[in-house]
């Protein structure tokens, strides 16, 4: 089930033009659309502002990052008072969503995260443990996050089953940087092919594609690093695709950006997908 928001995002006109074409097709097909009818006025009268700027552009960064710290605060509460057995509902349905997606299943090689409960991450376990299942159920190239150090630098390396995964000083499970024979682990940064999705966590998202991780930079940099590789190799670009408890989307512009922040291409809820890029409603077609 695909659940698209009307939220604007820095696409330009070329997204509006695909938005609508996705709008069509649901219409036609007697989708509806986050609860709602759709309005195709709606969507036009968007489309005109075309050269509008959603980002915060905002000088004074300490304010930002001081909203930031406010607004993580306030989510960790609200992640903290979820009652467990809805946790797990949540969890089992995001999973269920992403393993039955055509968008996944068409994927060959994809960097996932590793769920922590203690942070109360979307869980991933299922979803890993599938990937790593030899072929037709699974047989994915998988790489899982590895932190390196406190300045932001994270890596991306591959496994090949969950018993690669070792428990970090934060008790954090991540790979070995090399595996059971004593090689290196390949990682994604110097792969000779690209991924087609990542699988993201995050503290909260909005449905134009902000998110708001934990405050490391870990994800952010290594993002920014993995599409410059993209670029300079002549890759499409992965799908980034954030995982999210109902809790954590949040309305549209609370969650203050800067140029360093990275958005994601989709969000998948308990509730369903919402394609937000153009590069979502591309791929997560329905």
Known sequence: ??????????HGCEDRVMMTQWYTRAAAKGVVISGQLWQPNRLLRMSTNCNNDNTNNRDDLDSIFKQKRILRTQVRKTLKAIDPSLRSQQDNAIQDIILGAPWFKSSLRLCAYISCSALREVDTFKLLSQILQPPPSGGKKLYVPRVEDKNSNMRMLNVSRIDDLVANSMNILEPDPVDADG???EDVLQ?????DILLLPGLAFDKSGRRLGRGGGYYDTFLKNYQDLAETQNWKQPLLVALSYSQ????????PVTSTDVLVDALV???GVIPISSAAFNRMDI
């Not at 695909?2 to 995002?9: D, G, T, V, Y």
């Not at 792969?191 to 991924?195: G, K, T």
Request: negative net charge; glycine residues 4%; proline residues 10%.
């Open 1 to 10: 089930m695909l659940l698209p928001s009307f939220a604007e995002r820095k």
């Open 183 to 185: 090689n290196a682990r």
């Open 269 to 271: 809820s308990p509730e």
């Open 248 to 255: 954590q989307i949040l309305d549209d512009g609370v969650i």
């Open 191 to 195: 792969a000779n092919e690209p991924v």
